[in-house]
């Protein structure tokens, strides 16, 4: 018999986190444990309020499984019984850790995969002043590559800072969502100018067609509007890449399966997280085979991450032995 156990924790940000939706000073994160026979496997999620989730709603989504996980349930029937997700993505990673352990291999041997010895992860600059933004950047500047968080009003201007305080540092930029049809067109050329490599999600998610009728003079990457494999065919000839987390295919299982079939598409990849622990991004980790660009940054941005997580040093991150 399978127990489940799911706690609610917080972890404090190291200053504040600004994206074109507000900022936060909390990481709320959801930890989820399967133990079976004296062995343990865990998973975390970040419930986000972008896509109607919360820690209550999640915690009460996990707990109502621990009667069929009990009987039976496992990691294949777990995809019919929650919906792509933060729920299902922290208990789709305590199976895999807990089938790998059970197995005596690790979960990378399990999937079929070889993640490197090292990636090279973004470092967010959060969104705010051209000036604010311009000293962060170049406080950053040992980084290879920096993503941008920008909001719309003012951005151009944000670029032009940005590429005058970090000259060499590779960029990409996130708009979550914050751009019009009207200043896309001036936008990305500004982005181009700047030699920004990508740009996220310029447009909202249920507002994004403008971007199948323009000239891409710079990558444009999914998020928002990418999920789960189901939302995967209406972003061809919209986008050029997309943005796999875990938190939004509903974990490792569903994330393999996606980042594949963007492949087979010639859609290039970003790998990415919520702002959370090593525990979150030791899955996502495991995708860095098949990404061009990989955003995995969450610990860095806490004021303390888990014990054994990952390390860290200018933009390469090596892994603990939190999960796995």
Not at 67 to 81: S, V
Not at 190 to 213: N, S, T, W
Request: net charge negative; aromatic share 4%; proline share 5%.
């Amino acid at each position: 018999m399978t127990k489940l156990e799911v706690f609610a924790e917080q972890f404090a940000i190291a200053g504040s986190f600004t994206i074109s939706r507000g900022s936060k000073t909390v990481a709320e994160v959801v930890r989820v444990t399967l133990t079976r026979n004296g062995v343990t496997g865990q998973g975390e999620c970040v419930p986000y309020a972008r896509y109607g989730e919360n820690v209550a709603k999640t915690v009460a989504a996990i707990a109502a499984l621990a009667p069929a996980i009990a009987g039976g349930l496992d990691r294949a029937g777990l995809q019919k019984a929650l919906p792509p997700g933060a729920a299902r993505n922290a208990v789709d990673c305590a199976f895999w850790e807990l089938e790998a352990k059970l197995a005596g291999i690790s979960v990378a041997e399990l999937a079929g995969l070889m993640p490197p010895d090292s990636i090279v992860t973004a470092y967010t600059i959060s969104l705010g002043t051209p000036e604010a933004m311009a000293a962060a950047a170049r406080a950053a500047s040992t980084y290879p590559l920096l993503k941008l968080k920008l909001g719309g009003a003012g951005d151009r201007e944000r670029l032009a800072a940005v590429r005058e305080a970090v000259p060499q540092t590779r960029l990409v930029v996130d708009a979550n969502e914050a751009w019009t049809p009207d200043d896309l067109a001036a936008n990305l050329a500004a982005c181009r100018d700047q030699g920004i490599e990508l740009v996220e999600q310029p447009l909202p998610a249920g507002d994004d067609a403008a971007l199948g009728k323009i000239e891409h003079p710079v990558p444009i990457c999914a998020d928002e509007s990418i999920h789960g494999l189901a939302t995967l065919e209406r972003l061809v000839g919209r986008y050029d890449a997309v943005n796999v987390k875990l938190d939004k295919t509903g974990g490792l299982t569903e994330a393999l399966d996606l980042v594949r079939a963007a492949k087979a598409k010639h859609l290039k990849i970003m790998v990415g997280c919520m702002v959370s622990t090593s525990l979150a991004m030791a899955p996502a980790a495991l995708l860095a085979e098949y990404a061009d660009w990989c955003d995995l940054d969450g610990p860095l941005l806490l004021a303390a991450d888990r014990a054994d997580g990952f390390r860290f040093g200018d933009g390469v991150m090596r892994a603990g032995r939190i999960w796995g």
